[in-house]
């Protein structure tokens, strides 16, 4: 049975990448697993930011896959990201270029399908959660989401998102494991008033020197050799295998 990992919180606070890392992690911890990464994100085109040294034949949109008559496998399979040496993982989400008038807003039957669908590929379904109010994909993987990662940053308009959503069924879930994310170095980070806010907070992502040099390189979806950063994210691992 496949399981739904649902991640959100401020925008900017890294969450994507925590979720892509997570989602990359699973893959490498269950060898037996299919793992699926999913971005509904049209502000920022996650295919854009996570693969953009692609080749244009291999930059693949989820904007097709909704325009379809048919949301089936055909259509998920035809448009998938796959990554080099990772066999059984894939990316969904949007590419450079789409935005909210690229395509029709998918009809409640398509996001049936699509989920339908997803969880008769997948083992795993990573899915990178917008706070768009319009976002049906992400308002589904919300509440069907076995677990859920909250990502804030470390800073006043991470904690300023999180007092504004406190009144948003969809975000206000006392069940979601806190994370807090680092995103600068050297730099005085609210950490310790933003985690007694949250009250429990399952990790504090350390800032990561490794990241930062795969974001310019444009190589996120290689493994990480950080050894600090991937202990944390074993320990958000736990709460999904």
Not at 15 to 43: G, H, Q, R, W
Not at 112 to 137: H, Q, W
Not at 204 to 229: H, V
Request: aromatic share 10%.
């Amino acid at each position: 049975m496949s399981k739904i990992i649902a991640f959100y919180g401020s925008p900017g606070s890294g969450k994507t990448t925590v979720a892509f890392k997570t989602a990359l992690l699973t893959y490498s911890c269950t060898p037996e697993a299919k793992i699926l990464f999913l971005s509904p994100d049209m502000t920022v085109p996650s295919i854009a930011l996570l693969f953009p040294n692609y080749r244009p034949e291999e930059v693949l949109t989820l904007g097709q896959i909704l325009d379809a008559t048919d949301v089936g496998d055909t259509a998920v399979f035809k448009n998938m990201v796959t990554v080099e040496k990772k066999e059984d993982f894939a990316c969904l989400g949007f590419k450079s270029g789409d935005n909210i008038l690229s395509y029709p807003t998918p009809t409640d039957d398509k996001i049936d399908s699509l989920f339908s669908t997803l969880k008769g590929i997948a083992d795993y379904i990573i899915v990178d959660c917008t706070d768009r109010s319009d976002d049906k994909i992400s308002k589904r993987a919300l509440l069907e989401a076995e677990v859920k990662f909250r990502v804030i940053s470390a800073d006043p308009k991470g904690m300023a998102w999180f007092s504004s959503m406190k009144t948003v069924p969809s975000f206000a879930d006392d069940k979601a494991y806190n994370i807090v994310n680092t995103l600068e170095k050297d730099l005085f980070l609210a950490t310790e008033e933003v985690c007694s806010t949250l009250g429990t907070v399952i990790a504090i992502m350390p800032y990561s020197k490794g990241i930062k040099q795969q974001m310019i390189d444009g190589r996120l979806y290689e493994d990480l050799k950080d050894r600090a950063y991937n202990n944390k994210l074993e320990h958000l691992l736990t709460k999904i295998i």
